[in-house]
């Protein structure tokens, strides 16, 4: 399985363990001894769960205001959906539609869980490998989920003058407002269809940022 890949690449002393997990290899743990706690991130839809899944309410992590809930709060709504902070874990949603997976891998890291991927590909590339979706949830029974927040995901003031700002947002969200000093990198533009774009795109899409500054995203 990934996670096991990941174990031995660490063992190795290497710094580069993947932050993904191919359908394939998510099919071959499903059917093997090791199963990963699949995990959907989406608006559902028509057959939207790949089968096993639990679904995380990530619409629930904000507050009325539209900001971030705390961690216990957050912990909360994930050990109701039936995780604990130690399940490795697969994150998934409807690719290249909304941008929940990768905000729900953010949000992961934020409470300080550490054996979480991202899956790769379309829903017809992960059908293709032989994942079957079906129209509900596998709901878990609830569990007690102890966060251990990371707080180093989020900027501080004093960091800004030292760091390359990004926004990522579209360039008519850019265009009307954004921080003093912003570079516009729309995320659109480091997707590909099956996951992230080529790396000569992705060259070029950075190709204004310095290499030896920090980065902090808007």
């Known amino acids: 399985s990934s996670m096991a890949k990941t174990s031995e690449t660490e063992a190795a002393g290497s710094n580069t363990a993947s932050s993904a997990i191919t359908a394939r290899e998510l099919f ?50 994930f050990g109701a959906a039936g995780i604990t902070e130690s399940d490795p874990l697969v994150i998934y949603g409807d690719f290249f539609v909304n941008g929940y997976d990768t905000f729900a ?12 991927v991202l899956l790769e590909g379309t829903k017809g590339s992960r059908e293709a490998a032989g994942l079957k979706f079906v129209a509900n949830p596998s709901p878990k ?3 007690t989920y102890t966060p251990s927040p990371n707080l180093d995901v989020f900027a501080t003031a004093d960091q800004l003058a030292s760091s390359q700002v990004v926004d990522a947002r ?19 533009n480091v ?3 099956n996951g992230l774009a080529s790396a000569q795109a992705l060259d070029l899409a950075f190709r204004d940022l310095d290499l030896d500054l920090p980065v902090v995203v808007y």
């Not at 579209?170 to 659109?188: F, K, Q, R």
């Open 28 to 77: 071959e743990d499903q059917t093997g001894d090791q199963r990963l706690v699949m995990a959907y991130v989406g608006v559902p839809g028509d057959a939207s769960y790949i089968e096993g899944s639990i679904h995380l309410p990530l619409d629930k992590v904000f507050r009325e205001d539209n900001s971030l809930k705390s961690p216990a709060e957050i912990a909360a709504l």
């Open 105 to 116: 891998f953010w949000v992961m890291k934020y409470l300080g869980h550490e054996d979480v």
């Open 141 to 143: 029974a609830a569990e």
């Open 170 to 188: 579209g360039s008519d969200d850019y265009d009307v407002w954004h921080p003093d000093g912003a570079v516009n990198i729309d995320c659109l």
């Open 191 to 193: 997707m590909g269809t």
